[in-house]
């Protein structure tokens, strides 16, 4: 999973401003064109145009782009449809804020006042209202144009497992027609003018519905692991193993140690800086470098894989960092699935998201769910 790696507006995205977002191809363009050698010959190009990045008639990776039928553009309703799960409503958000029950409870019940409480960066509201909660021990709270409820304290000000316990407690404030996707813990450190968060981010999310393509795999007596924050998107349900990880390059070795080792399995793994580093900071020369990293680290993924291993990257929405929004943008979702010992010969595949848990959920032979869960296998063992 390239958290908010986008490849194009998806028809609907004018209802969302996001017409001009295509987040990778814009990237490319704002770069001089990618410098991205190992995804380029898996088959990179053959996604949409990218400029340095061309396409690949005899590419090894079936290629494609995927549409999301779920309404919004946010991590939970991305991830959940990749595993099946079409989420017929947006998840409410706040762009005026909370409402003050919301936050009177948040308050009563956990002991702290509130500071914030409106849509605002996270990297920004630390260093506004920092000084002000380690002075007060006043929570920070804020939102996005995201479905989320996020509480920032300082480690020194307000213990972590504090931190947590509100979150939880938030979490149980937050339902009915307050259902956000998330409520995020976001600790941070430093000092007044150089606050910096750490990575101890918690995320408490909604229960995902079932069937789903998690549930269905585990049926089939596959174990999933969840690295990065994916178990933490699934509310914990149908995952097995979680590995939190500090970095995308935590990550990418996590997933390395798990293919070196695993006789058979689900690796779901996020690496989420694209995201929460570069996109939401319009840094689209770093988000390319992210990119390079991880390509960089492609020959280690590659040479773990055994034969009839399956590799799916994808991407749960944009965030297109050219764009004059800071936010998540309404997108395409790439698709790069690469069989080992397998040559795809530039094949490409157009779909929805549901196609990628599907074809995960056959690849262990799961039953087929009835009715209710979205998605048609793209390659079968």
Known sequence: MLDGVGVGALPDADAYGDEASNTLGNVARAVGGLDLPNLEALGLGNVIELAGCPPQPGAPALAGRLIERSKGKDTISGHW???????????????????????????????????????????????????????????????????????????????????????????????????????????????????????????????????????????????VHGIGKISDVFAGEDIDHTYPTTSNGDGITRTVELLENLDH???????????????????????????QDLDRRMFDILGSLRPGDLLIMTSDHGVDPTTPSTEH??????????VEGRNASGARHDGEFGDVGATVNCWFSGRVPSRGVSGTPFIEP
């Open 81 to 223: 449809e990749l595993m099946g799960i079409v989420s017929r409503r947006a998840l409410p958000t706040y762009p005026h804020g909370f409402p003050f029950n919301v936050i009177e409870d948040f308050a009563h019940k956990t002991g702290r006042s509130v500071l914030g409480n409106s849509p605002a960066s996270g990297t920004e509201i630390i260093q506004v209202l920092g000084e002000e909660h380690q002075k007060t021990g006043k929570w920070i709270v804020y939102t996005s144009a995201d479905s989320v409820f996020q509480v920032a304290a300082h480690v020194d000000t307000i213990p972590l497992d504090e931190l947590y316990t509100a979150c939880e407690v938030a979490r149980s404030i937050l339902t009915g027609q307050n259902a956000v996707g998330r409520v995020i813990a976001r600790p941070f450190e430093g000092e007044p003018g150089n606050y910096h968060r750490t990575p101890d981010r918690h995320d408490w999310s909604l229960k995902p519905r079932r069937p789903n393509y998690l549930a269905l795999a585990r049926e089939a007596g596959a174990e």
């Open 265 to 291: 399995g689900f690796i779901f793994t996020n690496l989420v800086e694209t995201d929460t580093t570069w996109g939401h900071r319009n840094d689209p020369v770093n988000f390319h470098r992210c990119l």
């Open 329 to 338: 943008s309404r997108e395409h979702a790439l698709l790069l699935a690469y």
